[in-house]
C-alpha cells in the first residue's frame, strides 16, 4: 500500500507503510534494510548490530519503511518488543531523503504499530548528531542526560561454545574468586599478576605490560589449585577447560591427542585452558623416556598457545622437582607459583569460616598443615557429634569443644615433611 503526500511534496512523492507480520511488503527485503544502513552511514541504534536487525525483520517484529515514487527505499525502522518496552534497533534514512520529514514520518508509524505488540514505550539510544535525532525532538521523545551505555561482547560464539563443550568444558559460575578462602597470599600475588593484567588489557599495552599467557602453579595436594584455575576463569568471564592426562594417553598417541587439543582450543577467545598433574605428562625425560613424545609436544605447544591474546594456560603439579627441566626454563612459563598450606593467619580466616562455634584462633593454632578440604572435613564432624547429642536428647548445637574435639581427630593435610619439601622447592623453582 503507497499513500502519495500533497502536492506541495510532490518532489518527494514518497509513500510510507508499516512492514508488519499480517502485510509485509515482499518487495522490501532484509538485504535492501541491510545495504540502506550501511549506505545511511550512521543509524540510530548503534548499539545494535546488523544480524539483530535482521532477525528483527525475520521475526516480524515491527518495522517500517518509507519507499520513494520510484521504487527507492528513503528510510527504515525497525524496532523490538520486549515487555512493556520497544527497543529501536535502527532508524536509517537514505543521504538523498533527509530532512524530508521522513524520520518523522517512520517514528509514528512504529508507534502504531508496538502498540499493537502490548508495548507502551519506544527507547532509542542515540549520539549527539547521529541520524534521526531531529525525529526524536519532534515526535515528542524525552531526553534522558547522563546516562552511559555499557556494552561487551558475549564470551563465546557457538562455534567456540562447541569446542569448549566437547572438551566438557564451561563459564564458571561468578563469585568462585571471592569465595577463596584461606589463600591471601597466593590469592593476592595471582590478582595482581595474572587476573588484573589479563582483566585490563588496555591498561597493560599502554605501559608495555605483557599479560602472562602460562602459569605453573606447585604444592602439596589439597592447597587449592585446581579451584585457583577455575575461579581465575571466574573472576575474568571467560572459559574454563580441563585437559585431564589421563585422556591424553602416552607416547606418540598422547602427544597427538595433546597437539590436537590444543588445536581445536586455540580457536576459542577468552579461554583458561587447565592441566593438572602436570608431572604425569611432562616428567623428567632422563627418568621417564616414554614421556619424551608429550615433553616434546609441550615444548612445542606451550610457546604458541600463550602467545595468542585472551588465552591462559595454567598447569598445576604436586611434585615440580618430577617434572622436565626444559619445561620450567624462562620462555615456556611466564610465572612459576607457589601454592601452600595456609598460614596460622589464613587458617583463623578458614576456622571463621568454617566452624564459627570455635575459638578461631585456637583452632588456627592446632591445625597446622590443614587445608580447606581438611576445615570441611573438621565442620561435619563437629556437627556429627552436636547432631548424635541431640538425638540422644542434648542441646541441637554445635560448641567449641564439638570443634576442637574434631580438629582432634582429623589428620592433616600437609604434614611436616611435606611442608619442608614445599618450602625448599618453592626457594628453588618460584618463578613469580
Known amino acids: 500500500m503507497r499513500v502519495d503526500p500533497s502536492e506541495e511534496a ?13 502485510d509485509r511488503d515482499p518487495a522490501v527485503s532484509s538485504e535492501e534494510v541491510v545495504r540502506l544502513i550501511d549506505l545511511a552511514g550512521t543509524s540510530t541504534g548503534a548499539a545494535y548490530g546488523r544480524s539483530d536487525v535482521v532477525e528483527a525483520l525475520h521475526d516480524r517484529e515491527p518495522a517500517a519503511v518509507a519507499v520513494a515514487a520510484d521504487g527507492t527505499l528513503a528510510g527504515v525502522a525497525v524496532a523490538q518488543v520486549a515487555g512493556a518496552d520497544a527497543h529501536l534497533l535502527a ?59 555499557y556494552a561487551r561482547d558475549a564470551s563465546m560464539v557457538p562455534s567456540e ?47 608495555g605490560l605483557r599479560p602472562p599467557g602460562a602459569v605453573l602453579l606447585f604444592g602439596p595436594p589439597g592447597t587449592g589449585k585446581t579451584s585457583f584455575a577455575r575461579a581465575m576463569a571466574s573472576r575474568l568471564s571467560w572459559a574454563f577447560v580441563e585437559l585431564h592426562p589421563s585422556l591424553l594417553g602416552q607416547g606418540v598417541a598422547g602427544a597427538r591427542a595433546l597437539r590436537d587439543a590444543l588445536d581445536e582450543l586455540s580457536r576459542v ?59 620450567l626454563r624462562p620462555g615456556r612459563f611466564d610465572l612459576i607459583i607457589p601454592v601452600g598450606p595456609p598460614d596460622e593467619a589464613e587458617r583463623t580466616e578458614l576456622a571463621a569460616a568454617f566452624v564459627p562455634a570455635g575459638d578461631a584462633a585456637e583452632v588456627a593454632r ?8 581438611d576445615f570441611a572435613l573438621v565442620a561435619q564432624r563437629s556437627a556429627q557429634r552436636a547432631f548424635d547429642r541431640a538425638l540422644g536428647g542434648g542441646v541441637a548445637e554445635i560448641g567449641g569443644e564439638d570443634v576442637l574435639a574434631a580438629v582432634a581427630e582429623t589428620r592433616a593435610s600437609v604434614n611436616p615433611v611435606a611442608a619442608g619439601q614445599f618450602a625448599t622447592e618453592a626457594e628453588r623453582f618460584a618463578r613469580r
Open 10 to 22: 510532490e518532489r518527494v512523492h514518497a509513500a510510507w507503510r508499516v512492514l508488519s507480520p499480517d
Open 91 to 149: 532508524l536509517a534514512l537514505h543521504p538523498d531523503w533527509r530532512h524530508q520529514g521522513i524520520g518523522s514520518a517512520l517514528l509514528r508509524q512504529l508507534d502504531q504499530e508496538i502498540i499493537h505488540r502490548g508495548a507502551s514505550r519506544l527507547v532509542a539510544v542515540v549520539r549527539p548528531g547521529q541520524v534521526g535525532e531531529d525525529a526524536f525532538a519532534n515526535q515528542g521523545f524525552t531526553r534522558t542526560d547522563g546516562l552511559h551505555l
Open 161 to 207: 561454545l562447541e569446542v569448549v563443550e566437547r572438551f566438557g568444558g564451561h563459564v564458571p559460575p561468578d563469585g568462585l574468586w571471592e569465595s577463596l578462602l584461606g589463600f591471601s597470599t597466593a590469592k593476592e600475588l595471582l590478582e595482581r599478576r595474572v587476573v588484573a593484567p589479563l582483566g585490563h588489557t588496555g591498561l597493560a599495552d599502554q605501559l
Open 366 to 373: 592446632r591445625t597446622d598443615g590443614f587445608t580447606p578440604a
Open 269 to 327: 577467545d577468552r579461554l583458561v585452558c587447565f592441566i593438572d598433574e602436570a608431572d604425569e605428562i611432562a616428567s623428567d625425560r632422563t627418568g621417564r623416556p616414554e614421556s619424551q613424545p608429550l615433553v616434546n609436544e609441550l615444548l612445542k605447544a606451550v610457546p604458541v598457545f600463550k602467545d595468542r591474546p585472551d588465552r591462559l594456560m595454567v598447569m598445576a603439579t604436586n611434585s615440580i622437582a618430577a617434572m622436565d627441566p626444559a619445561l
